[in-house]
């Protein structure tokens, strides 16, 4: 059970990592604010569904 999670939390910070830099690329090319202050949301969001895989991960590890 612990392994799908380690994966599940891997694909999640990679999708954290792809949505900051739309969000920079966003940000350098002059883009809509609006787009940013939507990429930051998911990206937080993101942030918070892989710190609560990650902790699922360490307690089924532990049993």
């Known amino acids: 059970m612990?392994?799908?999670f380690n994966i599940l939390a891997i694909?999640?910070?990679?999708?954290?990592v792809v949505v900051l830099v739309r969000g920079l690329?966003?940000?350098m090319r002059g883009g809509s604010g609006v787009t940013s202050?939507?990429?930051?949301?998911?990206?937080?969001?993101?942030?918070?569904?892989a710190l609560?895989?990650?902790?699922?991960?360490?307690?089924f590890t532990r049993k």
């Open 11 to 16: 694909l999640v910070m990679v999708a954290v």
């Open 25 to 27: 690329i966003n940000m």
């Open 37 to 49: 202050n939507k990429l930051m949301q998911a990206r937080v969001m993101l942030q918070a569904v």
């Open 2 to 4: 612990a392994t799908v």
């Open 52 to 59: 609560v895989l990650i902790l699922l991960a360490v307690y």
